[in-house]
């Protein structure tokens, strides 16, 4: 089986680029519209898609849903210390963190912070249970701080592609 090819190994032009900005808006943007916005044949379109695909630039397509609409009323930002920073306890984090539902996005950071995360919960005692499962109850955590958040003012994951 082979693996996708680093986003790197492929030089982006003008034309990728701009594909990639209105992708970013709205993916299902029909190829024959890109196209024309592009100034590109639609069959042009779709190869420079499949093969951004193919090279990893383009990771993944998802939908971003309105977590209110699902009744995930809580949104907290976690800042979590690890014990130690051994691979061993770093990758067993990793693992956890990766494999729990609620945790939307998680990244292994530097300064002092161990993990940054963004969990969604139904309510706060949902919240609690999960925060228990993750952090109190993990001897590898050594602390973790909650921020929940008051007001959704951005999200989604649109890239400035110059």
Do not use: W
Request: one cysteine or more; glycine letters at 6%.
């Amino acid at each position: 089986m082979s693996r996708p090819r680093a986003s790197g190994e492929r030089r982006l032009d003008s034309f990728d680029r701009a594909i990639l900005r209105i992708l970013q808006r709205d993916n299902k943007t029909p190829q024959r519209e890109i196209a024309g916005a592009v100034n590109l044949s639609a069959a042009a379109v779709q190869r420079r898609i499949a093969a951004m695909e193919a090279a990893g630039i383009i990771e993944r397509n998802i939908a971003i849903v309105d977590t209110r609409a699902l009744g995930m009323t809580i949104t907290a930002i976690v800042e979590v210390h690890l014990t130690d920073e051994r691979p061993p306890t770093v990758d067993g984090a990793k693992a956890l963190f990766l494999a729990a539902p609620e945790v939307q996005q998680c990244y292994y950071v530097t300064g002092g912070i161990s993990f940054v995360l963004v969990i969604v919960a139904g309510d706060m005692i949902e919240y609690e249970a999960i925060s228990r499962r993750l952090f109190a109850d993990n001897d590898a955590v050594a602390s973790f701080r909650s921020l929940i958040a008051l007001n959704r003012v951005k999200t989604g994951a649109e890239i400035r592609i110059a």
